[in-house]
C-alpha cells in the first residue's frame, strides 16, 4: 500500500511538471506568435495556471491502474487515458483553451492534437519503464550465474 501511495504521488507530480511545463511552452509559442503583444485579462493566466495543474492531476491520479494486475495493458492505458482526456477536455473548455467559436472540424483537429501529443507522452513513459524492466532483468540473471 506505501509503494502505490508512493508511486502515485512520484507520477501525479511528474505529470503536474509536464502540463506546466506544455502550458510555459505554450505561451512562449503565442508570445512570439503575437510578437510581444499577448495579453491575457480577468485572471484568465492565474485560470490556464489551475487548469494545467488539473491535467497534471488528471493524467498523473490515474495512473494507479498500473498497479491492477488482473487488468490486462490495454484496459489500464484506455482508463488512464480516458480519464487524463475527459479532464483535459473539460478544463480546456472551461479556461478557454478551446475557443467557443471553433467549428466542429477545428474541435475533432483539436482532439485529434490532444490525443496524440497524450499518446506520444504515454508511449515515451511505457518504453523508457519496459527498458528499465529489461535492464533489471538482465541484472537478475547475471547474478543467479
Known sequence: ???IVKDLLKSTVISIGMALSIFSLVCVVFDIM???NFSLENYQLTKMVVGSLLTGIGFGVP???????????????????????VIYTVTAYAVGWFGGAATI?????????????????????????????????????????
Open 63 to 85: 495512473t494507479v491502474v498500473y498497479n491492477i494486475e488482473s487488468l490486462p495493458t490495454p484496459v489500464k492505458v484506455i482508463i488512464h487515458m480516458g480519464i487524463g482526456c
Open 1 to 3: 500500500m506505501r509503494n
Open 34 to 36: 503575437y510578437k510581444g
Open 105 to 145: 472540424t477545428q474541435g475533432l483537429i483539436i482532439a485529434g492534437i490532444q490525443l496524440l501529443v497524450a499518446f506520444v507522452i504515454w508511449f515515451c513513459f511505457m518504453r523508457y519503464y519496459r527498458k528499465e524492466a529489461k535492464k533489471m532483468n538482465e541484472k537478475i540473471q547475471s547474478m543467479k550465474r
